[in-house]
């Protein structure tokens, strides 16, 4: 499984920027895809994540609920995050991951995925 996520970049605050996440390779594998985010000399957190294989809702970490939104279009095998009102605090680099199903209880951790992508730069300016 491969992932490549896009759609970074250098934006304002207050600016909304929606990040991609194409998945490609034995997506039969893949039971969810979450995003998680690291900041310079922090740890990776995660932002939410989403059900792959069809019917399942999204789930938002509490931090970025009210401006941040996953979602997934099956045919074109890709997650996407919108992100709306943006601070300087959500300043990092962004990577989308997938994770098996025998993972589903660490949907929201980091072990819980086996697969990542190269991750996208999110620089938000005061």
């Known amino acids: 499984v491969q992932l490549q996520a896009s759609g970074g970049g250098l934006v304002q605050t207050g600016d909304s920027l929606r990040l991609s996440c194409a998945v490609s390779?034995?997506?039969?594998?893949?039971?969810?895809v979450g995003w998680f985010r690291q900041a310079l000399g922090k740890e990776r957190e995660s932002v939410g994540s989403i059900g792959w294989r069809g019917g399942g809702g999204a789930s938002h970490a509490e931090s970025v609920k009210d401006r941040f939104t996953i979602s997934r279009d099956g045919t074109k095998n890709a997650v996407y995050l919108q992100m709306n009102n943006l601070k300087p605090d959500d300043t990092a680099v962004y990577f989308c991951?997938?994770?098996?199903?025998?993972?589903?209880?660490?949907?929201?951790?980091?072990?819980?995925?086996?697969?990542w992508g190269q991750g996208t730069q999110v620089t938000v300016s005061s």
């Open positions: 991951a997938a994770g098996r199903a025998r993972n589903w209880r660490d949907y929201a951790r980091p072990r819980g995925y086996d697969y």
């Open positions: 390779g034995r997506t039969i594998d893949v039971y969810f």
